[in-house]
Protein backbone atom coordinates (compact mmCIF):
# COMPACT_ATOMS: atom_id res chain seq x y z
CA UNK A 1 0.00 0.00 0.00
CA UNK A 2 1.41 3.28 -0.91
CA UNK A 3 1.20 5.91 1.38
CA UNK A 4 2.28 9.73 0.85
CA UNK A 5 2.71 12.08 4.14
CA UNK A 6 3.48 15.59 3.44
CA UNK A 7 4.72 17.95 5.96
CA UNK A 8 6.01 21.23 6.05
CA UNK A 9 3.31 23.90 5.70
CA UNK A 10 2.21 27.13 7.07
CA UNK A 11 1.62 30.92 7.40
CA UNK A 12 3.79 32.96 5.85
CA UNK A 13 4.87 36.52 4.43
CA UNK A 14 4.79 37.78 0.92
CA UNK A 15 8.73 37.59 0.28
CA UNK A 16 9.37 34.09 2.49
CA UNK A 17 10.57 30.35 1.97
CA UNK A 18 8.96 27.39 2.73
CA UNK A 19 10.10 24.00 2.40
CA UNK A 20 7.77 20.87 1.80
CA UNK A 21 8.49 17.32 2.58
CA UNK A 22 6.67 14.13 1.12
CA UNK A 23 7.65 10.81 2.83
CA UNK A 24 6.62 7.94 0.90
CA UNK A 25 6.24 4.09 1.75
CA UNK A 26 4.89 0.97 0.20
CA UNK A 27 7.45 0.73 -2.64
CA UNK A 28 10.75 1.40 -4.00
CA UNK A 29 10.35 4.85 -4.21
CA UNK A 30 13.55 5.84 -6.19
CA UNK A 31 11.76 4.02 -9.63
CA UNK A 32 9.06 6.53 -9.83
CA UNK A 33 8.17 10.46 -10.74
CA UNK A 34 7.12 12.25 -8.02
CA UNK A 35 5.10 15.72 -8.39
CA UNK A 36 3.64 18.41 -6.64
CA UNK A 37 0.60 19.70 -7.13
CA UNK A 38 -1.57 22.54 -5.60
CA UNK A 39 -5.09 23.71 -5.11
CA UNK A 40 -6.56 26.95 -4.25
CA UNK A 41 -9.94 27.41 -2.82
CA UNK A 42 -12.83 27.50 -5.55
CA UNK A 43 -9.78 26.43 -8.24
CA UNK A 44 -8.89 23.47 -10.02
CA UNK A 45 -6.09 21.48 -8.79
CA UNK A 46 -3.16 22.41 -11.21
CA UNK A 47 0.46 20.89 -11.23
CA UNK A 48 3.53 22.78 -9.59
CA UNK A 49 6.52 20.61 -10.45
CA UNK A 50 7.67 16.97 -11.09
CA UNK A 51 10.96 15.10 -10.77
CA UNK A 52 11.52 12.02 -12.26
CA UNK A 53 13.27 9.01 -11.11
CA UNK A 54 16.45 9.97 -12.63
CA UNK A 55 16.08 13.21 -11.26
CA UNK A 56 14.83 15.52 -14.08
CA UNK A 57 12.92 18.21 -12.87
CA UNK A 58 9.45 20.43 -14.51
CA UNK A 59 7.58 23.41 -12.91
CA UNK A 60 4.49 24.89 -13.89
CA UNK A 61 5.62 28.53 -15.66
CA UNK A 62 4.51 30.39 -12.75
CA UNK A 63 6.76 28.87 -10.16
CA UNK A 64 9.77 28.40 -12.00
CA UNK A 65 13.12 29.48 -10.90
CA UNK A 66 11.19 30.67 -7.45
CA UNK A 67 10.62 26.57 -6.21
CA UNK A 68 13.10 23.87 -6.28
CA UNK A 69 11.72 20.07 -6.17
CA UNK A 70 14.38 17.66 -5.00
CA UNK A 71 14.43 14.06 -4.23
CA UNK A 72 16.36 11.86 -1.38
CA UNK A 73 15.85 8.14 -2.40
CA UNK A 74 17.94 7.03 0.99
CA UNK A 75 14.70 8.91 2.85
CA UNK A 76 12.09 7.92 0.32
CA UNK A 77 11.39 11.40 0.66
CA UNK A 78 9.91 14.48 -1.75
CA UNK A 79 10.69 18.30 -1.31
CA UNK A 80 9.60 21.05 -2.31
CA UNK A 81 11.55 24.06 -1.67
CA UNK A 82 9.60 27.69 -2.11
CA UNK A 83 11.32 31.34 -1.80
CA UNK A 84 9.94 34.45 -3.08
CA UNK A 85 6.57 33.51 -2.14
CA UNK A 86 3.77 35.24 -3.16
CA UNK A 87 0.08 35.44 -2.19
CA UNK A 88 -0.70 33.87 -5.17
CA UNK A 89 1.00 30.82 -4.18
CA UNK A 90 -1.55 30.07 -0.64
CA UNK A 91 -3.33 26.95 -2.23
CA UNK A 92 -3.48 23.14 -0.68
CA UNK A 93 -0.46 21.00 -1.81
CA UNK A 94 -0.21 18.02 -2.94
CA UNK A 95 2.51 15.11 -3.52
CA UNK A 96 1.52 12.64 -5.66
CA UNK A 97 2.99 9.49 -7.46
CA UNK A 98 1.77 7.47 -10.53
CA UNK A 99 0.75 3.87 -10.66
CA UNK A 100 3.81 3.10 -13.37
CA UNK A 101 7.58 2.50 -12.60
CA UNK A 102 9.61 4.78 -14.86
CA UNK A 103 6.71 6.75 -16.49
CA UNK A 104 6.72 10.76 -16.48
CA UNK A 105 3.10 11.77 -16.19
CA UNK A 106 2.11 15.84 -16.28
CA UNK A 107 -1.65 15.56 -15.53
CA UNK A 108 -3.36 14.95 -12.36
CA UNK A 109 -5.50 12.54 -13.59
CA UNK A 110 -2.65 10.42 -14.57
CA UNK A 111 -1.36 10.23 -10.80
CA UNK A 112 -2.68 7.27 -8.97
CA UNK A 113 -1.36 8.24 -4.66
CA UNK A 114 -2.08 11.11 -3.18
CA UNK A 115 -1.05 12.45 0.22
CA UNK A 116 -3.49 14.12 2.68
CA UNK A 117 -2.41 17.66 1.34
CA UNK A 118 -0.55 20.56 3.99
CA UNK A 119 -1.54 23.99 4.12
CA UNK A 120 0.66 26.87 2.38
CA UNK A 121 -0.86 30.33 3.13
CA UNK A 122 1.09 33.54 2.12
CA UNK A 123 -0.05 36.76 3.51
CA UNK A 124 0.63 40.23 1.52
Known amino acids: QVQLVESGGGLVQAGDSLRLACEASGRTFSDYTMAWFRQAPGKAREFVARISWIGGADYADSVQDRFTISRDNSKNTLYLQMSSLKPEDTAVYYC??????????????????WGQGTQVTVSS
Open 96 to 113: AAPRGRRTLPYFANAYDY
